[in-house]
Every structure is written in C-alpha cells, then in structure tokens.
C-alpha cells in the first residue's frame, strides 16, 4: 500500500512524509522543487525521510494531468495528502493567473485520477484559514459562510473546497478538507513571517510591520496540524471541512517579542500601511476537529518559535 504526498518536500509535507515512513508506510513524494523559494532548502527537507527506504521521490508537477493519472493508477494507493499549492496572499495578487492553474487546475488533476483509481480510499486536500476573509465572527467555525475570499490565493482554495465536494457528490470520493492556520515550526518557508523577521533581526536589518501590530493570527505548531493530517488520514470521512489551529490567536508585535527572546536580540521596526489581501484577524474553533480526530494543539506557538530559531542558527536556508 503507497500513499501520494503532493508538496511532500515542502515545509509541512516534509514532516508528514517523515511521519508515514516511521509508521512503515511506504509513501511516494511528488514535488516539482519549485524557484518559490531555494529548491535546495526542500531536498534538504526530504532528505533524512528518504534514507529509510520507504520514500519515493518523484519529481512533477500536478498540472500534468498524465503524471497524475499515472500515479494514481498504481496498484495499491490508497490516498492522497495533497499539499502542493502555489502559496501567499501578497504573491497571488501580483501573479493570479499561476495561482489559479496551479491550485486549481493542478487540484482538479488530481481529483480527476483519484476518481478512476481503483484501490484510493481518502483524498485530503490542504485549505487555508484565509478562505475565511474578513469576518467579524471569532472564533472562525467551518458552518460560518465564506463568500467573500480577499485574496486569489484564498480564492483558489475556496474553489479547491468546492470541487472537492464535486467530486464527493458524484463519484462518492471519501474528502477532507483541512483548513490550516499560520503553520509555524522548523523548515518554514522564508517567506512567512516567523522565517522573515528571524533572518531580518539575526542581521540587524529592519522588520517590515504592516499596519500598528495589533493584527492577530492563529499560529500554530508544524506538529500540531501533522498530527491533524495524519489523524484526518486514518478517519477518511466522507467529507469534511476541518479546522487545524491553535485556537489562541497571538498579536504580531507579541510574536515578534517571541522571536527577540529567542534570538537574544531586539527588533528595529519599519511601520508600513496595512496591505491588501491581509485580514486583521484569523481565529480557530477546532471543537470540531477535536470531536472527529481527537486533535489536541498541546504544543503552544513560544515552542514553535523557539524550535524555528534553533533551526535557523543551525542549519536554516537564509533565503530572500
């Protein structure tokens, strides 16, 4: 039995493909190594995963449909974690055309194999807490209406949503749609912002904050939403929309303070106009993964950002 890991080099997929190997399951790791960010910092990633014999790296894209197709066709694969997206809010407004084809065309591939595969058993499928725009109601719940994404990045996951459940309807496909919060934790991209003020202060350069610092994101451990994926593989519902959170939500002038403790040294702030695409606030109600997971987010985000400075000083990928 083979599981499909899209995005399984990246910063999360890395973890879930070393998780599923030490739980002797063979996994097959597709990535296309992406110029999003240094390619060298994902075959870092992957790297101890595939010493142990379990996991097979595939270098694609899920916008070959005839990869896809292939992959899938292999007799005993029985799900799909796809993780692989085109990523950011700020990105997707300058290049929505690529965030489309990748995260929805590059979803519907893989929809559209995972439907004529004869052994698949579960597809879940990465959203983002982003879908949830601009809403006045804390904390965000998955019956809350999500008509008004903000951004195409959290556009093109809302659609990914909706065709997931297309094809639950028609063709009976066992769906999990995991919504993440501000994943935190070793390996995070340099682009997010945990990575970006780290290697920022560490050179005693200016931070950019956008807007007063009082936004508030839910960020959360790397490990707390693995162990969601993973539980969420093993229930293989029908369909669900799941949140995976910390469910505290944490202003960004005290995330930065975080990161100066870690480091030992203080932030120099550049104060910038609050950008669009950006919500003041992302808050999780994760009740109901608890109910249908057991998920418990018990590592807090100080562990996150202490694991990540660690990681950083050591052997972390600097990049722009």
């Known amino acids: 039995m083979s599981i499909l890991v ?10 879930v493909v070393e998780e599923l190997a030490a739980r002797d399951e063979h996994v097959i790791c597709l990535d296309n190594f992406d110029a999003f960010y240094p ?14 014999g379990l996991v097979e790296l595939v270098e694609g894209d899920i916008r070959d449909a005839s990869l896809c197709r292939s992959l899938l066709a292999r007799p005993g694969v029985t799900a799909v974690i ?3 997206a085109r990523a950011g809010v ?13 995260n929805c065309r590059g979803t519907v591939n893989l929809l559209e194999a995972a439907r004529q595969a004869d052994d698949l058993e579960v597809f879940l499928f990465a959203s983002s807490s982003s ?5 006045e109601r804390v904390p965000f719940r998955e019956d809350d209406p999500v008509p ?4 195409p990045y959290a556009a093109t996951k809302r659609a990914g949503e909706l065709l ?3 094809y639950h309807h028609l063709y009976g496909l066992h769906v ?5 919060f501000t994943v935190c934790g070793p390996r995070q991209r340099p682009d997010l912002a945990v990575h970006k003020f780290t290697r920022l202060i560490a050179a005693g350069e200016p931070i950019p904050v956008f807007g007063d610092g009082t936004s508030r994101r839910d960020y959360t451990h790397v490990g707390n939403v693995v162990d969601g994926i993973l539980a969420a593989l093993e229930a293989a519902p029908a369909f669900e929309i799941i949140n995976l959170g910390n469910s505290e939500p944490l202003e960004l002038r005290a995330l930065i303070r975080l990161i100066e403790e870690a480091l030992g040294r203080e932030a120099r702030i550049e104060r910038l106009p609050e950008q669009p695409g950006d919500v003041p606030v992302t808050y999780a109600d994760v009740s109901k993964a608890r109910r249908l997971l057991g998920y418990d987010p018990h590592r807090p985000i100080g562990q996150a950002v202490a694991e990540f400075v660690e990681w950083f000083l050591r052997d972390g990928v600097r990049g722009p």
């Open 39 to 52: 390619p060298e910092a994902k075959r870092r990633n992957i790297g101890q995963a595939l010493e142990s």
């Open 90 to 102: 700020r990105p997707s407004i300058e290049q929505p055309a690529l965030y489309e084809e990748v």
């Open 6 to 15: 899209t995005g399984g080099a990246g910063f999360i997929g890395s973890y």
């Open 131 to 135: 879908v949830y725009g601009v809403s």
């Open 82 to 84: 796809h993780l692989a």
């Open 164 to 166: 997931c459940h297309v």
């Open 176 to 180: 999990a749609c995991l919504r993440f």
């Open 148 to 151: 008004c994404p903000i951004s």
